[in-house]
C-alpha cells in the first residue's frame, strides 16, 4: 500500500499540467504519487505527459465520467492511505503535504482535510472554491472562512487557526481513503459541483471529522471546468445541492427545510430573471427544480442508509442561521460577522 496517492483528473487539460503539474512533482513528498486520471480526454494531454512527464502514473477512463465518477473510478485503482483529490489548475507551495500529513497521522478521529485555498489570480485573497473551510447553512447554501456567496476576503490571516469545518474543497481534498469508501466515495449522479460537500456531510454524520489547516496554503485558478454565470454550472449547483438536502437532513428537519428551499429557489429564479434580466439562468434553477422532482425517488434508499449510519442528532458545522438573511438583510459580508452560535 502507498502512502499517499495524489490524483489530478484530467480532461482535455494539457495547458494545466503544462502549467502546474511541475510544481506538484517539485514539492510534493517522497512517500508521495502522483496520478494523472485522464478522462477520455481529446486533446494531447497524454501524450505530453509520456514525454516531460514519465513519472507520473496515469489511469485511462474510457469516456468522460465527471468529477465524481472520473474520481471514482481512478481510485478504486489506487491502494493508498491518503487520497488527495488535486485539481489540475492548483499551484502548491513549499511543503504544501507534510501539515496535511502529520495533522492526520496525529488525529485518527479526522476523515478529511484541506489546505487554505487562495486565488491564483489575486494570491493575496481566498479563492472562493474552499478559501479557508467550509460550512452550510440551515438551507444548505455553502459558503467559507473567507467567502460569502460572492464577497472574497484578502487573507490577513484572520482565519489561520486550525477549524473543524463541514465541507473540504474538492480543489485539494486530503482523504483517508477508509472513511472515502466507508461513507461510500462521491456520488456519481451529481456528475460535477456539490459532490465533495455531500461527501463531508456524510463523514460528519457518521462521526467522522473534517478540518482546515492553514499551515498548508496553495493557490486554486478556478472556473476551468464551468464558469460562474454558466446555466449549465447553476443547473448542476441547485439540481445537486437539493438531492444532497434530501439526503443529509434529519427527519425532523426533512419537510420544513425543503418547503423553504421551493420557495427561495423561485424566488432567486424570479431575481434572474427580472432584476438581472437573465433568463438562461433563470430557467436553469427551474430545470434543476424539475430535475431534482424527477430523480429523487432513486435516493430513497440513499437516504435510508445515511439516517441510519447517524451518529451525531445534530452536526454543528451545519449552521442554525439563513445565510442569505444575514447577508442580504443584516448586511453581514464577511465570516467573521456571522453569528458564532
Request: glycine share 6%; with cysteine; charged share 25%.
Amino acid at each position: 500500500m502507498e502512502k499517499i496517492a495524489i490524483v489530478i483528473l484530467n480532461w482535455n487539460g494539457r495547458k494545466m499540467l503544462e502549467q502546474y503539474l511541475s510544481g506538484v512533482i517539485m514539492y510534493s513528498r517522497d512517500d508521495a504519487t502522483i496520478y494523472v486520471a485522464d478522462n477520455n480526454s481529446t486533446d494531447d494531454s497524454m501524450a505530453y505527459l509520456e514525454q516531460y512527464a514519465s513519472e507520473v502514473k496515469t489511469i485511462k477512463l474510457d469516456q468522460n465520467y465527471g468529477f465524481a465518477g472520473g474520481y471514482n473510478r481512478a481510485l478504486k485503482q489506487i491502494d493508498a492511505e491518503y487520497y488527495v483529490l488535486l485539481n489540475s489548475d492548483v499551484e502548491v507551495t513549499h511543503h504544501w503535504l507534510s501539515p496535511l500529513v502529520e495533522y492526520m497521522d496525529a488525529h485518527k478521529e479526522v476523515a478529511a482535510c484541506q489546505p487554505k485555498l487562495l486565488s491564483y489570480v489575486d494570491k493575496d485573497k481566498f479563492e472562493y472554491a474552499g478559501a479557508s473551510g467550509g460550512f452550510i447553512d440551515r438551507f444548505g447554501y455553502p459558503f467559507c472562512r473567507g467567502r460569502l456567496f460572492e464577497t472574497v476576503e484578502a487573507d490577513n490571516g484572520q482565519y489561520d487557526q486550525v477549524e473543524q469545518v463541514l465541507w473540504a474543497t474538492g480543489a485539494c481534498l486530503f482523504i483517508r481513503s477508509a472513511d472515502y469508501w466507508k461513507a461510500d466515495g462521491l456520488d456519481e449522479r451529481f456528475f460535477a459541483h456539490n459532490e465533495e460537500i455531500d461527501l463531508c456531510w456524510r463523514l460528519n454524520i457518521m462521526g467522522r471529522r473534517v478540518v482546515c489547516l492553514t499551515n498548508s496554503v496553495v493557490y486554486h485558478l478556478g472556473g476551468g471546468t464551468l464558469p460562474k454565470g454558466n446555466p449549465m454550472k447553476t443547473f448542476l449547483n441547485f439540481r445537486n445541492n437539493l438531492t444532497m438536502l434530501y439526503k443529509c437532513l434529519p427527519d425532523n428537519e426533512l419537510r420544513h427545510v425543503m418547503r423553504w428551499r421551493w420557495f427561495l429557489d423561485y424566488l432567486a429564479a424570479t431575481k434572474m430573471l427580472l432584476l438581472e434580466m437573465n433568463m438562461g439562468e433563470c430557467k436553469a434553477v427551474l430545470k434543476a427544480r424539475r430535475a431534482f422532482k424527477k430523480w429523487l425517488p432513486q435516493f430513497k434508499e440513499d437516504r435510508e442508509r445515511i439516517q441510519a449510519s447517524r451518529v451525531l442528532a445534530t452536526v454543528p458545522e451545519r449552521k442554525p442561521f439563513s445565510l442569505l438573511w444575514q447577508y442580504y438583510v443584516k448586511g453581514r459580508k464577511r465570516y467573521a460577522d456571522l453569528p458564532k452560535s
